[in-house]
């Protein structure tokens, strides 16, 4: 497609219950970012991939969160044992490159309910 | 660590008038500055960002942005409103740990536009 998708766009599940999330970037980007949007929080940064490679994973909340790309493309978040703080929409953007002449194309996002 | 302020959290302007969403920022070095806007149920839309060079940034859908590094700051313009401008909008900075460009955003501010 032409731009960011991500899946699912709503995700529902248990406190405990692990989850996977899916970021689908623009074809030929080699950047590519996950993002927390949430009441308390606002919009924070979680993790960045230059291709396959994620050398930042300080945003990362708790080790509970992990994210892998492959082939330069497709990215998964996965959250383990969900906590109710983890209730949030998720978003996913994609970039040419990692320079700051580059701006950042955003997906629907995936809203995670922990119930 | 580099941070931006949105100091209002809704702006409410009659269509037609002119509007304007703050935007101040505190960063080390010369900053990397971007707008964008999201609507209901989608993800970030790029409007607008300044590197460097003139001032008076233009962007997408008639809204432009004055740097002025006197006031650190970058707010957002738009000569006249319309009702569709209605949205959430978010400044943001971009972060300068290691260099992966991403972004670290301001807690947004929401625009009204009354018919």
């Known amino acids: 497609g032409a731009g960011v998708s991500q899946s699912p766009s709503n995700k529902v599940t248990e406190k405990g219950k692990d989850v996977e999330l899916r970021c689908d970037p623009i074809s030929g980007h080699t950047a590519l970012y996950w993002y927390r949007q949430s009441l308390g929080q606002g919009l924070e940064f979680l993790i960045y991939f230059q291709g396959n490679s994620a050398p930042d994973k300080s945003g990362l909340p708790s080790d509970r969160f992990s994210a892998e790309r492959t082939g330069g493309s497709v990215s998964t978040l996965t959250i383990q044992r969900t906590q109710q703080e983890d209730s949030a929409v998720y978003l996913c953007?994609?970039?040419?490159?990692?320079?700051?002449?580059?701006?950042?194309?955003f997906g629907p996002g995936t809203r995670l309910t922990v119930t | 660590a580099q941070s931006v302020a949105q100091p209002e959290d809704q702006v409410n302007v009659a269509e037609g008038n002119p509007l304007t969403v703050k935007c101040t920022y505190s960063v080390s070095g010369n900053p990397y500055l971007f707008w964008y806007v999201q609507y209901p149920n989608r993800g970030l839309q790029f409007l607008l960002k300044y590197i460097t060079g003139d001032n008076l940034v233009k962007g997408s859908y008639g809204f432009e942005a004055e740097f002025n590094k006197s006031q650190t700051s970058f707010h957002l313009k738009k000569p006249s409103a319309l009702v569709s401008d209605s949205a959430l909008y978010f400044c943001a900075v971009r972060d300068k740990r290691g260099a992966g460009n991403m972004l670290t955003f301001g807690g947004g501010t929401r625009l009204m536009v009354k018919p």
């Open positions: 953007a994609s970039s040419l490159r990692t320079g700051e002449m580059n701006e950042q194309y």
